[in-house]
C-alpha cells in the first residue's frame, strides 16, 4: 500500500497537468463533440495502461541500456506533434452547429489519443522512472497489476470530466464561433511540446 499511494502521489499530479494528452482530449471534445472526446479519453488511457505495463516489465532497464533507443523514441515523439500540430494550424475552417458536436464522433479519435500519448517521451520516462524503479522483487503481484488498473481507471476518470465539461452545451455555444482557433491554438501546443522533447532529446534517461 505505501508503494501505491508513493507512486500515486507523483502520477495524479502528472495527469492532471496539462500536456499532449490534455490537449488532444480537449481538442476533440471541443471540435467533434462529447463521443469524440470520450473515445480520445479511452485511446489516452489504455495507451497508459500499456505504458504502466511496459514500466513494469523492464522498459527504464531497456533505455538506461540504450540510450540511443531514449533518444530515438524522444526524437520521433517529438516530430510527430510537430507534424500534428502544423496540420492542425494549417487545417482550413469548417462550421460546426452544436447540435452536430454533441454527436460527432470525428476522425478516428481513439486512434488520435492513443498516437499522441503512445508518442509523448515524458509518458515514457515518467513510467520508466517512477513506477519501475518503486517495485522490488518482493513486491506483490497484486500491487503490480492494481498500479495498471488505477493508472487507467485515474486517466479515465479525469479526461472523462475534461471532456465532459468542454463538449457541454454551454461550453459549445460559447465557442462555437472559435473552433477553428481551438484547432489552431492545439496545434501550436503541439508545436512547442514537440520542440522542448527533441530540446531535451539529448538528455540521458535516467532514474
Not at 513494469?56 to 531514449?70: H, K, N, V
Not at 517529438?78 to 500540430?85: D, F, K, N, P, Q
Not at 498500479?147 to 457541454?168: E, G, Q, T
Request: with cysteine; charged share 10%.
Amino acid at each position: 500500500m505505501l508503494v501505491l499511494i508513493s507512486v500515486f502521489a507523483i502520477f495524479i499530479p502528472a495527469l492532471v497537468l496539462p500536456g499532449p494528452d490534455f490537449v488532444a482530449v480537449v481538442r476533440s471534445s471541443m471540435t467533434g463533440g462529447t463521443l469524440a472526446g470520450l473515445k480520445t479519453t479511452v485511446g489516452v488511457s489504455v495507451c497508459l495502461g500499456l505504458y504502466a505495463t511496459l514500466s513494469l516489465l523492464g522498459l527504464s532497464a531497456i533505455l538506461m541500456e540504450f540510450q540511443w533507443l531514449a533518444w530515438a523514441i524522444r526524437v520521433l515523439g517529438g516530430c510527430y506533434l510537430i507534424y500534428l500540430g502544423i496540420r492542425l494550424v494549417l487545417a482550413k475552417p469548417q462550421e460546426l452547429a452544436v447540435d452536430q458536436a454533441q454527436g460527432r464522433a470525428g476522425r478516428s479519435p481513439l486512434i488520435f489519443g492513443f498516437l499522441v500519448t503512445l508518442t509523448n517521451p515524458k509518458a515514457i520516462v515518467l513510467f520508466a522512472s517512477v513506477f519501475a524503479t518503486s517495485i522490488t522483487a518482493q513486491t506483490p503481484a497484486w500491487a503490480l497489476v492494481a498500479m495498471v488498473v488505477l493508472v487507467v481507471l485515474s486517466a479515465l476518470a479525469w479526461y472523462s470530466l475534461v471532456s465532459l465539461f468542454m463538449s457541454s452545451r454551454l461550453v459549445l455555444s460559447r465557442f462555437s464561433d472559435a473552433r477553428h482557433w481551438v484547432e489552431r491554438i492545439a496545434g501550436v501546443c503541439f508545436v512547442a511540446i514537440g520542440g522542448r522533447i527533441l530540446a531535451d532529446s539529448r538528455n540521458p534517461v535516467t532514474v
